[in-house]
């Protein structure tokens, strides 16, 4: 079965940081797109920062850029994304995704991702 687990989540006081992950079961994650996205309640679904298909080069949206950090561990399965200088506008369920053959920042776009994990929740209190 395809599938993306994230976890990571959960409570932390503004100016903290968390470390959320995504598993990939089912296919081999580096020869996609990942990317990770949020949605606030009454928001819609945001893209944040994404690695692209072949190249690996990396695209971060500029409210969480110099803040968050996407990497990937190939040996893993695994795709992270580092929070730091969190912010109570911050808070979301955060979600990982996945493609095949998106290119350049295409794969900050949710509309083009396939493959969604269920979301962790990330509150960050003031």
């Known amino acids: 079965e395809v599938q993306l687990v994230e976890s990571g989540g959960g409570l932390v006081q503004a100016g903290g940081s968390l470390r959320l992950s995504c598993a990939a079961a089912?296919?081999?994650?580096?020869?996609?797109?990942r990317g990770w996205f949020r949605q606030a309640p009454g928001k819609e679904r945001e893209g944040l920062a994404c690695?692209?298909?072949?190249?690996?080069?990396?695209y971060y949206a500029d409210s969480v850029k110099g803040r968050f950090t996407i990497s990937s561990d190939n040996a893993k399965n695994t795709v992270y994304l580092q929070m730091n200088s969190l912010e109570p506008e911050d808070t979301a369920v955060y979600y990982c995704?996945?493609?095949?053959?998106?290119?350049?920042?295409?794969?900050?776009?949710?509309?083009?991702?396939?493959?969604w994990g269920q979301g962790t929740l990330v509150t960050v209190s003031s």
């Open positions: 995704a996945a493609a095949e053959g998106l290119y350049s920042d295409y794969c900050i776009t949710d509309r083009y991702l396939e493959i």
């Open positions: 089912g296919f081999t994650f580096n020869d996609y797109a």
């Open positions: 690695i692209s298909t072949s190249d690996e080069s990396t």
